[in-house]
C-alpha cells in the first residue's frame, strides 16, 4: 500500500465510530482551546511591553543615579539620618532623595569604560498649557532621551535638532484645549507657564509637533514632551534667580553603551558604575520583573492545558484500543494480504495523529474567535485607559506549534495500540468473532 494510500485509509477510518471520535475530539479540544487562549494572552501582554519598551528608555542605555544615604526623614531603627546638601528629590517614593549629579559627575561618567555617551536629565517644573485665549489647564513636562519615542495619535515627534520650540501634547488635552481632534492640534501654538525661584511667572510659545497617548509604559505620562530647543528654555526660565553654581545639579542621567554590547558587557559596566559611586540600570532591568511575572502566569495556565491533553490522550488510547479490537479480522486480512507489521503500525499511528490535528485545529480556530471577541470588547471597555493593547493576541507559528505538539501526543498515546495491532497474528486475527 503506497503512502497516499495508507492516508486515506486511515482518515477514513477515523470516522468509522463518529459518536466515539467526537468525544474524544472533544478532550483535545478543550486542552488546545486552552493551550492557545494562554499562549495569545502572553503573546498579546508581551507584544505591548515590547511595542512600548522605547517608550521606557532606549534599548542602547542606562539610567544613572548616585544614591544618597538619607532616605526621607529617617527609618524606625536608626533614627533621623543627617542632613545633605547634596541631595535632591527623585521620583521614587516620597520623601526618597538622591544625591545630586553635578558636571564633576558627569565627566566621571564620561570617563568610565564602555560608556559611549553622557547627558543630564533636566527635570522641568512646568505650571499650565493654554490654547489662544482659552482656559488654562494644569499639566507636567516630561523629557525623551535619544533612541526613546512615544506612540503617536497624530503628528510626528519633536526634532532635537531644530532651533524651533516644539512640543508633544497629550490626547487627553486635546478637546479640552479646543481643539477638534489630534490631527487639528499639530501645527498650532500653545503657551506654557512655568515659576522661577524667585516666584516669578513666564509664558513660553511652543508649536505643538504631535499628540500622544498615554499608556503605562509612557515616560511622560499625560505631560508635555517638548523638544530640546523648549527643554533648554524651559530650564533655564526655571532656574532664573538660583546661584550659577547651584543651576547644574540633576537627579539623574542616561548613558549610552554600544549597541553590538553583550549582556556580559552590559553587566561589567554596571559593576564599573557602581565601583566608582553610580548605580545603572536598563530598559530590561525595569521591565523584567513584568514580563517574568506575565510569563509565570501563562506557564501556569500552560500547565492545566497540557494536563487537559494529557486526560485526553487517554481517550485516544481508549478510541484505538477499540477500533484495533473491532477490526481485528480486518487486520488479520491486511496482513495475509501481505500488509508487514511496520505498515499495520503507521496506519494506526496516522489515525491517532489525525485525531489530534482535528481536535487541536478546532480547539485553536475557537479560541482564536473567542481571543478576538474577547480583547476586541476588552478594548473598548475595562482596557480602554490603555491604547495600543491587545490583551490576546495570536501568532501563527505559536498556533502551529500547539497543533504540532498536540499531534505529537497524539501520536505517542496511538502508539500502544499501533503496536497491538502490528503484533497480531493473521491466522488467529482471521478466526477472531
Not at 309 to 336: D, H, P, W
Amino acid at each position: 500500500m503506497r503512502t497516499m494510500d495508507l492516508i486515506g485509509t486511515a482518515v477514513s477510518n477515523t470516522f468509522r465510530s463518529k459518536t466515539r471520535l467526537l468525544l474524544t475530539i472533544l478532550a483535545i479540544f478543550v486542552g488546545a482551546f486552552t493551550l492557545t487562549l494562554t499562549n495569545g494572552l502572553g503573546t498579546g501582554i508581551n507584544a505591548y511591553i515590547d511595542d512600548t519598551v522605547n517608550g521606557v528608555g532606549a534599548a542602547d542605555t542606562l539610567t544613572v543615579t548616585k544614591t544618597s544615604d538619607a532616605t526621607g526623614f529617617g527609618s524606625g531603627e536608626s533614627g533621623p539620618l543627617e542632613y545633605n546638601p547634596d541631595a535632591v528629590a527623585s521620583a521614587g517614593p516620597p520623601g526618597s532623595t538622591v544625591t545630586a549629579l553635578l558636571p564633576a559627575d558627569l565627566e566621571s561618567l564620561a570617563g568610565i569604560e564602555g560608556v559611549v555617551d553622557v547627558q543630564a536629565t533636566k527635570s522641568l517644573s512646568v505650571d499650565f498649557v493654554q490654547a489662544g485665549a482659552g482656559t488654562r489647564f494644569a499639566v507636567g513636562a516630561g523629557s525623551l532621551v535619544e533612541g526613546q519615542t512615544v506612540q503617536l495619535q497624530a503628528g510626528s515627534d519633536p526634532d532635537d535638532a531644530s532651533g524651533e520650540l516644539q512640543v508633544l501634547l497629550p490626547t487627553s488635552y486635546v478637546e479640552p484645549l479646543g481643539f477638534a481632534d489630534a490631527d487639528s492640534a499639530v501645527g498650532q501654538t500653545v503657551t506654557i507657564g512655568s515659576t522661577d525661584a524667585l516666584r516669578g511667572t513666564h509664558e513660553t510659545q511652543a508649536v505643538v509637533v504631535g499628540v500622544a497617548e498615554e499608556s503605562i509604559a509612557s515616560p511622560t505620562g499625560a505631560a508635555l514632551v517638548p523638544n530640546d530647543a523648549l527643554t533648554d528654555q524651559l530650564y533655564a526660565t526655571q532656574n532664573i534667580g538660583i546661584p550659577a553654581d547651584q543651576v547644574e545639579r540633576y537627579a539623574q542621567a542616561t548613558v549610552w553603551f554600544s549597541l553590538d554590547a553583550s549582556s556580559g558587557d552590559i553587566d561589567l559596566l554596571k559593576q564599573r558604575l557602581s565601583d566608582a559611586g553610580y548605580t545603572g540600570s536598563t530598559v530590561a532591568d525595569q521591565l523584567g520583573t513584568i514580563k517574568t511575572v506575565i510569563d509565570g502566569i501563562v506557564l501556569v495556565l500552560n500547565a492545566f492545558a497540557v494536563i487537559a491533553l494529557l486526560a485526553a490522550s487517554f481517550g485516544i488510547v481508549n478510541t484505538l484500543l477499540m477500533s484495533v479490537q473491532e477490526r481485528t479480522r480486518e487486520i488479520g486480512l491486511m496482513k495475509a494480504m501481505g500488509m508487514g507489521s511496520g505498515r499495520v503500525f503507521t496506519l494506526f499511528s496516522i489515525e491517532a495523529a489525525f485525531i489530534g490535528l482535528l481536535g487541536s485545529a478546532i480547539g485553536a480556530v475557537v479560541a482564536v474567535v473567542a481571543g478576538t471577541v474577547i480583547s476586541a470588547s476588552l478594548a473598548t471597555t475595562l482596557l480602554a485607559d490603555l491604547p495600543g493593547l491587545t490583551l490576546i493576541a495570536f501568532d501563527p507559528v505559536s498556533i502551529g506549534v500547539v497543533i504540532l505538539v498536540v499531534m505529537v501526543i497524539a501520536f505517542l498515546a496511538g502508539t500502544l495500540p499501533a503496536a497491538r495491532a502490528a503484533r497480531a497474528d493473521p491466522v488467529e486475527s482471521l478466526r477472531y468473532e
